[in-house]
């Protein structure tokens, strides 16, 4: 069981950065696929990145397209955290962002529904 829950969203300019934290709960944090989804008003959730941990200090990461190059996942497994390092954003990157969990089994996850785990969310709004 892991409890989650995300902090550092608000109200930014196009073309702005945001920066989000997930903290979880938990000892075996590293042994979870960690992703980032989002929700917007009338909108299926979507997902945006993920982010795997092999064990010998290697990630694999994967984004939605819509996000490459723009948007950054890492994790921190000492501190039992995931962020995600968003920058250039758009008005189209308005939405509820959640935090979500699975133990890894394999890779890659990049559906909803493939997640165990789910915070809170955080709202994230960027005004044109």
């Known amino acids: 069981q892991v409890q989650l829950v995300e902090s550092g969203g608000g109200l930014v300019q196009a073309g702005g950065s945001l920066r989000l934290s997930c903290a979880a709960s938990?000892?075996?944090?590293?042994?979870?696929?960690m992703g980032w989804f989002r929700q917007a008003p009338g909108k299926e959730r979507e997902f945006v990145a993920t982010i795997n941990w092999t064990g010998s200090r290697t990630y694999y990461t994967s984004y939605a397209d819509s996000v490459k190059g723009r948007f950054t996942i890492s994790r921190d497994n000492a501190k039992n955290t995931v962020s995600l390092q968003m920058n250039s954003l758009k008005p189209e990157d308005t939405a509820v962002y959640y935090c979500?969990?699975?133990?890894?089994?394999?890779?890659?996850?990049?559906?909803?529904?493939?997640?165990?785990?789910w915070g809170q969310g955080t709202q994230v709004t960027v005004s044109s």
């Open positions: 938990g000892r075996t944090f590293s042994s979870y696929v």
């Open positions: 979500a969990a699975v133990v890894g089994r394999r890779w890659p996850y990049s559906r909803a529904s493939e997640f165990s785990y």
